[in-house]
C-alpha cells in the first residue's frame, strides 16, 4: 500500500533545494510564458500538499512555488529546535522569495504561514519593493494567537508518548463532524511525522500573543498599498469567524474580500477545496484586470 506522503511526492513531484545551508522540498510548477508567481506558505505543521488543489487549479496560467519549511512534509526534520523560530521561517521564506519571484508576485498563505507572509511584506515594503507584491490570500488566520495546550511545555521524548491524546484535540479544532474520515487519515498520517521537539518551538512561537501581534503590526502597514482577501472555515476551531472578520479588518481587508467558508474547517483548500478555488481564482483575475489598466 503506498504512503500518503508518497502519494502526495508522485502527484507534486520532490525536489530539495539549498535554503541558507538547509535543504527543504520545494514544489515548483514553472510557467515560462507568464510573468505571475505564486508562493503559498503553509501553517505550523502543514506542508505545500495542502495546497494540493490550488496548485492543480491555477499552475496552467502561473508559476507556483511551495515550501515545506524545516520538519514539515518532505523536508528534512533534523533534531535542532533552533532551526525551527519564527525568524527562521521567515529568513527561508525570504531567499525562496527573492530566488523565485516574477514581475508579479501574489501569496496565498494559511495560518501561521501568514504571520511570516505579513512579516515578509513588511521587510518589502522599508526596501521599497512592494510593489513586487500584487496581492495576498490569507487563509484561516485570527486576530489573536491560537490557544496552545499546556502539554506543549512538557519535554519533547513525553509528548512523542502523549501524541495520541494531542492528535485527538487537534483533530477536533481542524476538522468539522461532517469531514470525510478518509480526509482525516490522510492528514494524520502525514502530520504524524512532525516530530515533537519541533512542534514545541511551533507552540511556542505561534501561541505567542506578542509574536502574533508583532506580525500583525508589521502586516498592517504593509497591506495598506496590497490588495487583499481573508477566507475563514465556518466551522474553524482554531479561529472563530468573529476573530478572522476582526483581523480582515484591522488588515483593511475590504469587506468583499472576506469569505466565510460554510461547512469549512481549518483547511478549507481541503474540504471545500473546490470553493477556495471558485473565491481564489476570481481575486486573482482581478489582479490581472487592474495590472492590465495599470500598464
Known amino acids: 500500500m503506498i504512503r500518503p506522503l508518497e502519494i502526495e511526492r508522485n502527484a507534486l513531484g520532490y525536489h530539495l533545494e539549498e535554503v541558507r545551508g538547509k ?20 501553517g ?9 488543489h490550488l496548485i492543480k487549479a491555477l499552475e496552467p496560467n502561473m508559476t507556483i512555488v511551495a515550501v515545506d519549511f524545516l520538519g514539515h512534509g518532505d523536508s528534512p526534520a533534523p533534531n535542532r529546535p533552533e532551526l525551527y523560530t519564527a525568524d527562521e521561517h521567515l529568513s527561508d521564506l525570504t531567499v525562496i522569495y527573492n530566488s523565485h519571484k516574477r514581475l508579479h508576485n ?16 513588511d521587510t518589502l515594503k522599508q526596501e521599497q519593493r512592494l510593489a513586487e507584491v500584487a496581492g495576498v490570500v490569507l487563509l484561516n488566520v485570527g ?5 496552545v495546550s499546556m502539554l506543549s511545555s512538557l519535554p519533547a521524548f513525553l509528548l512523542e508518548y502523549l501524541r495520541p491524546l494531542a492528535r ?6 481542524i476538522f468539522p463532524p461532517k469531514t470525510d474520515p478518509a480526509l482525516i487519515e490522510f492528514e494524520n498520517a502525514i502530520t504524524s511525522n512532525n516530530r515533537m521537539y519541533m512542534m514545541k518551538v511551533l507552540a511556542q512561537d505561534c501561541g505567542s500573543q506578542e509574536l502574533w501581534g508583532q506580525g500583525l503590526a508589521c502586516g498592517k502597514a504593509a497591506m495598506e498599498g496590497v490588495p487583499g482577501a481573508l477566507l475563514c472555515g465556518e466551522e474553524d476551531g482554531l479561529f472563530s469567524v468573529q476573530s478572522c472578520r476582526e483581523m480582515a479588518q484591522y488588515l483593511g481587508v475590504p469587506s468583499e474580500g472576506f469569505h466565510m467558508v460554510k461547512g469549512a474547517g481549518h483547511l478549507p483548500m481541503l474540504d471545500h477545496s473546490e470553493e477556495v478555488i471558485g473565491i481564489v481564482s476570481e481575486f486573482l483575475t482581478s489582479l490581472h484586470g487592474a495590472q492590465q489598466t495599470t500598464n
Open 23 to 42: 535543504h527543504l522540498r520545494l514544489v515548483k510548477r514553472a510557467n515560462p510564458v507568464s510573468d505571475w508567481s505564486v508562493f503559498m506558505v503553509h
Open 44 to 52: 505550523g505543521g502543514g506542508r505545500a500538499g495542502q495546497f494540493k
Open 106 to 121: 501574489v501569496f496565498i498563505s494559511h495560518c501561521y504561514g501568514a504571520i511570516h507572509t505579513l512579516r515578509l511584506l
Open 143 to 147: 486576530i489573536r494567537a491560537p490557544y
Open 168 to 173: 485527538s484535540s487537534s483533530n477536533a479544532a
